[in-house]
């Protein structure tokens, strides 16, 4: 069994062993029983956090995966029929993931842009995130721009990201690593459902370590990579050339 307290005390482990510097949250809502993690992740002193890139991770436990983390997909049976040897719930792929929506977020230090730079820095830093994101579905851009007396000026680019971990079945992490550790022997069975009772039995606390170490190697390759890219603009105050002609 995995808990949400499981799951997050993972998490953080893997953060802290990145060496960056680590803020979690609590939240639970006490009408839908649904509980949310937020840690914020960014290199060096938190004295110099607004200055450098930084990543804002959130986790959703809802009731269905504390039914999954207790009983596995066949647990889903209770709520509608009598356990079936044969139900399709017992069996099925269609298990719903676990959640991680991440925010970078890369501060610009007020430096006013051209539309250009700023299109070419938003596309450098997407290429840069997604190259250094094994598990990402997409990586989406935004910038925030406020308004001066002297033009535009861009505050800050951000990087979304959406990452599903498979985490209800071993058989659902293929692309973790499990593939050539299975092959090693170190992983010793592939199973259609869990079975806490059979030896040699392999479950989510087993591997789960693994792969929050390697997707919080994602997060601090693309924070370094977010650093490394940042191009300078030009200092608030100043002129385009092309505006005075």
Known sequence: MV????????????????????????????QTLEREFACTIHPGPCEEAEQRAACSVSIAWGPLDTVLS???????????????????????DDVPPLVLELVYSVPLNHMHFTQAMLQALARTLRLRAS???????ETRPSIALTFDDNGVQADSITLQQHVEL????????????????????????????????????????????????????????????????????????????????
């Not at 190259?131 to 579905?137: C, F, L, N, Y």
């Open 166 to 245: 498979p985490i209800w079945g071993v058989e659902q992490a293929h692309g973790f690593g499990l593939d050539d550790e299975r092959e090693r022997g170190r992983l010793t069975r592939h199973p259609r459902r869990r079975d806490q009772d059979e030896p040699g039995g392999v479950h989510p606390e087993d591997w789960l370590p693994h792969v929050f170490a390697e997707t919080l190697a994602d997060i601090s390759n693309v924070i370094a990579a977010l650093e490394s890219s940042r191009a300078p603009g030009r200092p608030t105050g100043t002129h385009d050339a092309s505006q005075e002609n």
């Open 70 to 92: 207790l009983d596995g997909a066949e647990g889903i049976c209770d709520f509608f029929h009598e356990p079936d040897e044969h139900c399709p719930h017992r069996h099925t």
């Open 131 to 137: 190259e250094q994101s094994s598990r990402a579905v």
């Open 3 to 30: 808990t949400f307290e499981d799951i997050t005390e993972m998490f953080l482990s893997a953060a802290e062993a990145t060496g960056l510097s680590v803020h979690p949250e609590f939240w639970m809502n006490t």
